[in-house]
């Protein structure tokens, strides 16, 4: 059994690295239907919030729900390195959602409903990954011959933490302009200011410490996963912003790495 869970690892990991280059390709010419990008043509939808909880959730019930089967369940190094993979996920789960439709709810906002397909692919992928990297942390690391763990974890974690900050501030920014209502309007200040989609930026720094943190295939999958998945999105924001604002719109902030892209 446990050699076929592990042939059944392997393979999903497999499937993190295939799944990289076509979601880049794709998303480099058909923009996911939501937000900025809303367009009929994909099927029913739901309320944002909704799809929000429902698509992220995995990465939080299944990570909980294998967690405890792995032989490193009770090792104290492997709780604490999954502790910051729940807690963003918790914040985007719970916490986002939440705060989507408190500050919306009563605004005349246009970001529309969400794609049910949309929420469902990602949905799937949550599965692979919250699997993925439960599974890896709690039975197939090796926590006693890594003896720099404690140096990469550190490291890692601080790297982490700054880019969950820059995400959680630019959300927070978003959300607040559609609680004005009155139509899409240009962020403004922090990072706002060098790139056009922080929120994003965040995000990829983010894993890219959790990447260092796990030191694993698993970690370096998600964080370029999250770049085939971020970037090409990034970029058709900074092009709406630009189509959309013209002159109005600071030509010097970059879509999403400051100073260079």
């Not at 914040?91 to 500050?103: A, E, G, I, K, Q």
């Not at 989609?197 to 030191?215: D, F, K, L, R, S």
Request: proline share 7%; aromatic share 18%.
């Amino acid at each position: 059994m446990a050699l076929s869970d592990q042939t059944f690892f392997h393979n999903c990991l497999i499937a993190l690295y295939l799944i990289a280059p076509p979601t880049f390709i794709s998303l480099r010419f058909l923009q996911a239907p939501y937000g900025k990008h809303r367009r009929p043509g994909w099927g029913p939808t739901m309320s944002p919030p909704l799809a929000w909880f429902l698509m992220e959730s995995p990465t939080l019930w299944l990570t909980l729900l294998l967690f405890p089967s792995g032989r490193h369940s009770s090792n104290p190094k492997a709780l604490l390195l999954i502790t910051p993979f729940l807690f963003h996920y918790f914040h985007r789960t719970c916490l986002y959602p939440l705060r989507l439709h408190r500050d919306t709810a009563s605004s005349k906002s246009s970001a529309g409903g969400f794609p049910v397909s949309v929420a469902a692919m990602a949905f799937g992928f949550n599965l692979l990954n919250a699997y993925l990297q439960g599974r890896w942390i709690s039975e197939y690391k090796d926590y006693e011959s890594d003896g720099w763990f404690w140096w990469r974890f550190m490291g890692g974690l601080a790297v982490f933490g700054y880019g969950m900050g820059v995400n959680i501030w630019s959300d927070s920014v978003l959300v607040g302009l559609k609680k004005e209502g009155g139509g899409y309007k240009v962020p403004k200040g922090g990072w706002f200011e060098l790139v056009s989609c922080p929120n994003y930026y965040g995000e990829i720094v983010e894993w890219a410490g959790w990447a260092v943190m796990t030191w694993s295939w698993v970690g370096l999958g998600f964080f370029l996963y999250t770049c085939a998945n971020l970037v090409p999105r990034a970029r058709a924001n900074h092009r709406w912003y630009l189509e959309k604002f013209g002159e109005d719109y600071p030509k010097g902030r970059k879509a999403v790495l400051p100073f260079l892209y």
